[in-house]
């Protein structure tokens, strides 16, 4: 490239030269032959002279140029960050200096936008909700890490593409569809994949005209909530269905008694045995409700000592015999040798094992045997309760230890539970840090594993 | 000019791909609320699957026009009219799918006034693994992903699995208690259903591959 100082100066040159012949031209006739030589020397100094000067001015200012070029060049490449330089005290300093303060009142915006979108992406990636944003024809151009989780994918495979090809859920993408036309904001409750979503759908609109740019939706997962909702209604339900049974029961005995039945004592004495039992499941059914609720609002603290363990269940099984003799049946109880003291609670402890022995006895047949197995390991204690008895569905397994909850109510009601035992059970043994486990098959029998830990 | 209306084509393309999608999707609830159903003896839901039935129908007729306007309009030639080609036949597994939903939520409204012989766990296993399939082919035809789509025919040796161990199951509740004969036999015919629905995805999935490669390839043994 023919830097632009030459160009200036060998333009200024030619013309200075030229004048210079013109004008030598010009005089050639009205001076002598010596004068014109001298005259001609004179002007070929001047030329030469001039032009040094000439090129010397042009250099300053095409180097002003060049530092300016240079800064914009920078700039140009993206690299806002250089440091202030100042130029000549002219015009082009001038002009520099503006572009060096515009260049600095963008970087300030840019970091600052750097900064905002920054802070928006954490938000976003901090959120329990699920954010996913859509442009104006519904492909999809944002989606937060709990989007993400919720729907098994990552943003870079859903950017640019359609709600449906990401998530297939009908619903949402009517919804979608029809804010990005109407613009109204929407919320919606789903299920999608036995998952419920509150859905909260938004439109983007412009700066100006509000037009729609697209649309915002928030997912918030319900599933539990709604779970204990369900739960919750259930279990008034139930309470109120367990209370009332004996209750009318007792209520139309005492009828019967009131309508004259009183006059045969064989019959009162039957009616108030009859009425005594019930009152007594109600009495146990209360007890069991007030132990559990305890458990629940987390006011019960258990203080654990040695329990000697082989008395522990020498008691229990005292409790049990009644039971066992009716149904003929037989407890075989294996406690490892070297096992004599366990650490809990022993009023509660009696409980767990009253109630998975008592379970396994009743719902096994008559003349079977139950096994009450102890062992030790380097974590703790784990006890067995084994029976052969008529066994759980594999669907039920995961529910027994819920509230009220009946594989079969009928028989349940006929061998007498309140519905709330391994529910106690359960919160005993993880008030002692513990794990209870079942295994069961149909027919077969079930085998409760608890686990205890030494401390 | 050219350029402009092949883009109009590819468009017209991706929203004719989101109507297969949303008929997907459609069929997925259907399949999953009919076992549902079905689990509950819900005659509500049954009816529901039902209702979206008419949805589909409506879909494939719409989808079909799409197709036929496109191949009239655009005169597509090779993967362009695969895809064409290969619609109009998702489109016809997707409707059978449909239709053998409807005819769980038919057996649902059947049983509703008795009691399941047993509660049902390898029906309902079934389904969300022919769910997934239904799933898993339309992804692979919208990315047209050979790969997933070969996966996902594997799963139907599973379907077909758990589809014996229903009849083998079945059959010993019959012939321990001729009472339950009639019931049973429509629960292997749901099985049957579910079955069916299953080998449908397959060929979902053998036309994704044939929409690729151009070759076919049997998927289904």
Same mark, same amino acid.
């Given at each position: 490239?023919l830097?632009?100082k030459?160009?200036?100066?060998?333009?200024?040159?030619?013309?200075?030269g030229?004048?210079?012949?013109?004008?030598?031209?010009?005089?050639?006739?009205?001076?002598?032959?010596?004068?014109l030589?001298?005259?001609?020397?004179?002007?070929?100094?001047?030329?030469?002279?001039?032009?040094?000067?000439f090129f010397?001015?042009?250099?300053?200012i095409?180097?002003?140029?060049?530092?300016?070029?240079?800064?914009?060049?920078?700039?140009?490449?993206?690299?806002?960050?250089?440091?202030?330089i100042?130029?000549?005290?002219?015009?082009?300093?001038?002009?520099?200096?503006?572009i060096?303060i515009?260049v600095?009142?963008?970087?300030?915006?840019?970091?600052?936008?750097?900064?905002?979108?920054?802070?928006?992406?954490?938000?976003?990636?901090?959120m329990?909700?699920?954010?996913?944003?859509?442009?104006?024809?519904?492909?999809?151009?944002?989606?937060?890490?709990?989007?993400?989780?919720?729907?098994?994918?990552?943003e870079?495979?859903?950017?640019?593409?359609?709600?449906?090809?990401v998530?297939?859920?009908?619903?949402?993408?009517?919804?979608?569809?029809a804010?990005?036309?109407?613009?109204?904001?929407?919320?919606?409750?789903?299920?999608?994949?036995?998952?419920?979503?509150?859905?909260?759908?938004?439109?983007i609109?412009?700066?100006k005209?509000?037009?729609?740019?697209?649309?915002?939706?928030?997912?918030r997962?319900?599933?539990?909530?709604?779970?204990?909702?369900?739960?919750?209604?259930?279990?008034?339900?139930?309470?109120?269905?367990e209370?009332?049974?004996?209750?009318?029961?007792?209520?139309?005995?005492?009828e019967t008694?009131?309508?004259?039945?009183?006059?045969?004592?064989?019959?009162?004495?039957?009616?108030?045995?009859?009425?005594?039992?019930?009152?007594?499941?109600?009495?146990?059914?209360?007890?069991?409700l007030?132990?559990?609720?305890k458990?629940?609002?987390?006011?019960?603290?258990?203080?654990?000592?040695?329990?000697?363990l082989i008395?522990?269940?020498?008691?229990?099984?005292?409790?049990?015999?009644?039971?066992?003799?009716?149904?003929k049946?037989?407890?075989?109880?294996n406690?490892?040798?070297?096992l004599d003291?366990?650490?809990?609670?022993?009023?509660?402890?009696?409980?767990?094992?009253?109630?998975?022995l008592d379970n396994?006895?009743?719902?096994?047949?008559?003349?079977?045997?139950?096994?009450?197995?102890a062992?030790?390991?380097?974590?703790?204690?784990?006890?067995?309760?084994?029976?052969?008895?008529?066994g759980?569905?594999?669907?039920?397994?995961?529910?027994?230890?819920?509230?009220?909850?009946?594989?079969?109510?009928?028989?349940?009601?006929?061998?007498?539970?309140?519905?709330?035992?391994?529910?106690?059970?359960?919160?005993?043994?993880?008030r002692?840090?513990?794990?209870?486990?079942?295994?069961?098959?149909?027919?077969?029998?079930t085998?409760?594993?608890?686990?205890?830990?030494?401390? | 000019?050219?350029?402009?209306?092949?883009n109009?084509?590819?468009?017209s393309?991706?929203?004719?791909?989101?109507?297969?999608?949303?008929?997907?999707?459609?069929?997925?609830?259907m399949?999953?609320?009919?076992?549902?159903?079905?689990?509950?003896?819900?005659?509500?839901?049954?009816?529901?699957?039902?209702?979206?039935?008419?949805?589909?129908?409506?879909?494939?007729?719409?989808?079909?026009d799409?197709?036929v306007?496109?191949?009239?309009t655009?005169?597509?030639?090779?993967k362009?009219?695969?895809?064409?080609?290969?619609?109009?036949?998702?489109?016809?597994?997707?409707?059978?799918?449909a239709?053998?939903?409807?005819?769980?939520?038919?057996?649902?409204?059947?049983l509703?006034?008795?009691?399941?012989?047993?509660?049902?766990?390898?029906?309902?296993?079934?389904?969300?693994?022919?769910?997934?399939?239904?799933?898993e082919?339309?992804?692979?035809?919208?990315?047209? @992903?050979?790969?997933?789509a070969?996966?996902?025919c594997?799963d139907? @040796?599973?379907? @077909?699995?758990i589809?014996?161990?229903?009849?083998?199951?079945?059959?010993?509740?019959?012939?321990?208690?001729?009472?339950?004969?009639?019931?049973?036999?429509?629960?292997?015919?749901?099985g049957?259903?579910?079955?069916?629905?299953?080998?449908h995805?397959?060929?979902?999935?053998?036309?994704?591959i044939?929409?690729?490669?151009?070759?076919?390839?049997?998927?289904?043994?």
């Amino acid at each position: 490239m023919l830097k632009f100082k030459w160009k200036i100066t060998f333009a200024y040159t030619i013309f200075l030269g030229i004048t210079m012949g013109l004008v030598t031209i010009f005089l050639k006739n009205s001076l002598q032959n010596l004068q014109l030589f001298v005259f001609i020397k004179v002007m070929a100094i001047t030329l030469f002279i001039s032009s040094g000067f000439f090129f010397l001015w042009v250099h300053q200012i095409t180097n002003s140029i060049e530092d300016l070029y240079k800064l914009t060049t920078d700039y140009a490449e993206g690299n806002y960050e250089k440091k202030m330089i100042s130029l000549q005290d002219d015009e082009i300093g001038l002009i520099a200096t503006n572009i060096q303060i515009m260049v600095k009142q963008w970087r300030k915006v840019i970091r600052e936008n750097q900064r905002e979108t920054s802070r928006i992406s954490t938000i976003l990636a901090s959120m329990v909700e699920g954010v996913i944003a859509f442009d104006q024809v519904g492909k999809i151009i944002l989606l937060n890490k709990a989007a993400e989780e919720m729907f098994n994918i990552t943003e870079e495979k859903a950017y640019k593409r359609y709600f449906l090809e990401v998530i297939r859920s009908v619903q949402l993408v009517d919804v979608l569809k029809a804010i990005l036309v109407s613009g109204k904001h929407q919320i919606v409750e789903i299920v999608h994949q036995e998952q419920n979503y509150r859905v909260y759908v938004a439109p983007i609109l412009g700066d100006k005209n509000n037009n729609i740019q697209g649309a915002v939706m928030v997912l918030r997962n319900v599933t539990n909530l709604r779970r204990l909702e369900q739960i919750r209604t259930e279990f008034v339900a139930n309470v109120s269905h367990e209370l009332r049974t004996p209750l009318t029961s007792i209520k139309g005995y005492l009828e019967t008694l009131l309508d004259g039945a009183i006059e045969d004592s064989e019959v009162v004495t039957k009616f108030l045995r009859i009425m005594e039992s019930e009152t007594t499941r109600l009495q146990r059914l209360i007890e069991d409700l007030l132990t559990i609720s305890k458990f629940e609002t987390g006011k019960y603290e258990i203080v654990k000592k040695p329990i000697n363990l082989i008395n522990l269940i020498k008691q229990v099984k005292e409790t049990l015999e009644p039971v066992l003799i009716e149904r003929k049946s037989f407890l075989n109880i294996n406690i490892e040798e070297k096992l004599d003291t366990i650490m809990g609670n022993e009023d509660m402890l009696q409980q767990v094992f009253l109630n998975l022995l008592d379970n396994a006895i009743k719902y096994s047949p008559d003349e079977s045997i139950i096994t009450f197995k102890a062992r030790v390991t380097p974590e703790g204690v784990v006890f067995n309760i084994i029976d052969q008895g008529i066994g759980i569905p594999a669907d039920s397994l995961s529910r027994i230890f819920e509230r009220f909850y009946r594989v079969d109510k009928a028989r349940s009601r006929q061998v007498g539970g309140t519905g709330l035992g391994l529910s106690i059970v359960k919160h005993i043994v993880e008030r002692h840090r513990g794990i209870i486990q079942v295994e069961s098959e149909v027919g077969q029998g079930t085998i409760m594993t608890v686990f205890l830990p030494l401390a | 000019m050219l350029g402009s209306s092949r883009n109009n084509f590819h468009e017209s393309l991706a929203v004719l791909q989101q109507d297969i999608l949303r008929m997907g999707s459609l069929v997925e609830q259907m399949i999953e609320k009919a076992v549902n159903s079905l689990s509950e003896l819900d005659v509500n839901l049954a009816e529901e699957v039902i209702q979206i039935e008419l949805e589909i129908d409506e879909l494939e007729i719409l989808i079909e026009d799409k197709c036929v306007k496109l191949i009239a309009t655009q005169q597509p030639m090779a993967k362009d009219l695969r895809k064409i080609t290969a619609s109009f036949k998702i489109i016809t597994d997707l409707e059978r799918m449909a239709d053998y939903s409807v005819d769980i939520a038919k057996v649902t409204k059947r049983l509703a006034d008795q009691k399941l012989i047993k509660p049902l766990i390898d029906i309902p296993r079934m389904s969300s693994i022919t769910k997934k399939m239904v799933k898993e082919a339309l992804d692979a035809f919208v990315r047209e @992903d050979v790969a997933l789509a070969t996966q996902m025919c594997k799963d139907d @040796d599973i379907v @077909d699995q758990i589809y014996s161990q229903i009849f083998r199951e079945l059959l010993t509740y019959m012939l321990e208690d001729p009472r339950t004969i009639s019931q049973a036999t429509y629960l292997l015919f749901v099985g049957r259903y579910i079955e069916r629905i299953a080998d449908h995805a397959t060929n979902i999935g053998e036309r994704v591959i044939y929409l690729v490669t151009g070759e076919r390839k049997e998927l289904n043994d």
